[in-house]
């Protein structure tokens, strides 16, 4: 079993749909959960980090974590084709380093 | 302020050959750490370097090496390139041991052919 599982997509919206990504994982030592946003060609962008359970809001996107089912969420409001990327759910634990899922490519479609 | 930056940006290389990647870190911060990352697939974790000592090791063969110098900007190193190498090669940066999120470079883009 990996470590941590995102469904690849890839996933296409209309501009202003509501957009939910999702990552389980398997570690219950992992911690502190972020989401990257990768376009093409370029290294990933840290969109949100959280520490253990609950909900962080940064203008349209909201992380979720529910570490009792070891359940990574991020939901982006008004979607617009500027969100159009790979979406990529990393975890972390004790260690340095990051444990990321596979990605989701993300289209909104103007 | 620069953020992470990498050299070369791409680089096409022979199986058998050597190939060292450079990174330098946003001032200020002390912590590189390497990924690899397949087409497709999530970054993987290669090294981390902090304050100039290995901190951590992914599950990469002894083929890949790296350092990190007084600057604190890094090399990463692969000897004996196998067309597999090929891939994204990702350095990010922290300001301590990466507790709080990594700032990544844009990446060298190796093809061994």
């Known amino acids: 079993q990996k470590e941590v599982e995102q469904d690849p997509g890839p996933l296409s919206v209309p501009e202003g749909a509501i957009v939910s990504l999702n990552c389980t994982y398997s570690n219950s030592a992992f911690q502190y959960f972020m989401w990257y946003r990768q376009y093409s060609r370029k290294g990933p962008e840290l969109l949100m980090y959280?520490?253990?359970?609950g909900n962080k809001e940064d203008g349209r996107f909201t992380a979720q974590v529910d570490k009792s089912s070891k359940y990574i969420s991020l939901f982006i409001r008004d979607s617009q084709p500027s969100d159009s990327a790979t979406y990529l759910c990393?975890?972390?634990?004790?260690?340095?380093?990051?444990?990321f899922g596979k990605g989701t490519k993300l289209t909104v479609n103007p | 302020d620069a953020g992470v930056t990498q050299s070369p940006t791409h680089l096409i290389k022979t199986r058998g050959q050597h190939v060292t990647l450079r990174c330098s870190p946003i001032s200020g911060h002390k912590s590189v750490s390497w990924y690899q990352q397949v087409l497709g697939q999530g970054p993987q974790f290669i090294f981390q370097?902090?304050?100039?000592?290995?901190?951590g090791r992914g599950n990469f063969p002894d083929r890949f090496s790296a350092r990190q110098f007084p600057n604190y900007s890094s090399e990463l190193n692969v000897n004996a390139l196998l067309l597999g190498d090929s891939a994204l090669y990702l350095c990010?940066?922290?300001?301590?041991?990466?507790?709080?999120?990594?700032?990544f470079g844009s990446g060298t883009r190796l093809t061994v052919v």
């Open positions: 990010a940066s922290t300001r301590d041991r990466g507790l709080y999120g990594y700032t």
């Open positions: 370097y902090y304050e100039k000592e290995e901190r």
């Open positions: 990393a975890t972390q634990g004790g260690s340095e380093k990051l444990v």
């Open positions: 959280t520490y253990s359970s």
